[in-house]
C-alpha cells in the first residue's frame, strides 16, 4: 500500500521498529534529537501527519480516522511488521487509536503529554487561536502558545528553535489537524488496551497537566507512569536524554 505522507528513516535496517507522531505546531523535526539517541538500536520512523510538514495540507478538518488509515499505509509501504508507537500531545492521542486499530503490528506504546480526550475546552482553545490566525496570520499566536508549552522553563536555544519553527506551519494544516482532532475520546481505547504501556508527563505541563497523564496510566492495565521534572508540554522535544 502506498502512502502520501512525508516521512524519514534513520537507524538500522531490521532492528525494532519506532513511530513518531509529533504534537499539533510540529513535523517530524520535532523528534530530532529523540532520533539522534534511538537511532543508534532501533529503525526509527518519523512521518509528517497529515496537515503538517511536509505531508498534503487537506481543506478542511481531518478527524483521527483519516490519521489511523495513514499510519497503516505507512506501516505496510515500510514492510514493518512489528513496531513501537510513540506519540506526544495530539500525536499521542493519534497513537492511542493507531494501536487499537493496528493491535497485531503494536508491540508496545509510549504516551508523553497525553489525555484520554480532546474536548469542549480543546475546541475553544483552537477555535480562539484559529480566529486570530485568520485575521493576522500565524504569527499572531507568537510568542503566547510557544510560552505555555516551555511553561516554567527557560527561554533558551531550543525554546527559540522551536518558535522559528512554528513560523513555517501552514494556518491551514494547522487548523485542519486542531479542530479534526476535537471531539475525540480514547476512554474506551485506553481501557482495553493489552500491550505494554509508558506514559509520560511533563512536571511543567499547563496545557494537558500531568493528572490526565496520570488518569490516562489509571485506564491502561499494561502502563507504567513517569513524570520528567525538566519538562513541560513536549517532553520529548525539551528534554530528549
Known amino acids: 500500500m502506498a502512502t502520501d505522507l512525508y516521512y524519514t528513516t534513520s537507524g538500522p535496517a531490521g532492528a525494532p521498529a519506532l513511530l513518531l507522531l509529533h504534537p499539533l505546531s510540529s513535523s517530524h523535526e520535532f523528534w530530532d534529537e529523540c532520533t539522534a539517541i534511538w537511532s543508534k538500536h532501533y529503525f526509527v520512523v518519523a512521518p509528517d501527519l497529515r496537515g503538517a510538514?511536509?505531508?498534503?495540507?487537506?481543506?478542511?478538518?481531518?478527524?483521527?480516522?483519516?490519521?489511523?488509515?495513514?499510519?497503516?499505509?505507512?506501516?505496510?509501504?515500510?514492510?514493518?511488521r512489528r513496531i513501537v508507537a510513540i506519540g506526544c500531545a495530539i500525536g499521542s492521542v493519534i497513537a492511542t487509536a493507531y494501536t487499537a486499530a493496528d493491535a497485531d503490528a503494536v508491540d508496545a506504546l509510549v504516551l508523553s503529554n497525553t489525555t484520554d480526550r480532546l474536548g469542549e475546552e480543546s475546541r475553544q482553545r483552537h477555535?480562539?487561536?484559529?480566529?486570530?490566525?485568520?485575521?493576522?496570520?500565524?504569527?499572531?499566536?507568537?510568542?503566547?502558545?510557544?510560552?505555555?508549552?516551555?511553561?516554567?522553563?527557560?527561554?533558551?536555544?531550543?525554546?527559540?528553535?522551536?518558535?522559528?519553527?512554528?513560523?513555517?506551519?501552514?494556518?491551514?494544516?494547522?487548523?485542519?489537524?486542531?479542530?479534526?482532532?476535537?471531539?475525540?475520546?480514547?476512554?474506551?481505547?485506553?481501557?482495553a488496551l493489552t500491550c505494554p504501556t509508558l506514559v509520560v508527563a511533563g512536571a511543567h505541563d499547563i496545557l494537558l497537566p500531568p493528572r490526565l497523564a496520570r488518569g490516562v496510566h489509571a485506564m491502561v492495565k499494561n502502563s507504567e507512569f513517569a513524570e520528567i521534572d525538566a519538562a513541560a508540554h513536549f517532553a520529548p522535544y525539551q528534554a530528549p536524554e
Do not use: W
Not at 149 to 173: H, I, Q, S, T
Open 53 to 80: 510538514g511536509r505531508s498534503p495540507i487537506p481543506d478542511r478538518p481531518q478527524a483521527v480516522d483519516v490519521h489511523v488509515r495513514d499510519l497503516k499505509a505507512l506501516r505496510e509501504a515500510l514492510d514493518l
Open 127 to 191: 477555535e480562539s487561536r484559529l480566529k486570530l490566525v485568520a485575521e493576522n496570520g500565524i504569527e499572531a499566536l507568537l510568542p503566547t502558545v510557544i510560552d505555555m508549552a516551555f511553561d516554567g522553563l527557560p527561554k533558551d536555544e531550543r525554546y527559540r528553535r522551536y518558535l522559528e519553527r512554528f513560523r513555517r506551519n501552514d494556518p491551514r494544516g494547522y487548523g485542519a489537524l486542531a479542530l479534526g482532532m476535537v471531539g475525540t475520546d480514547n476512554g474506551h481505547i485506553l481501557a
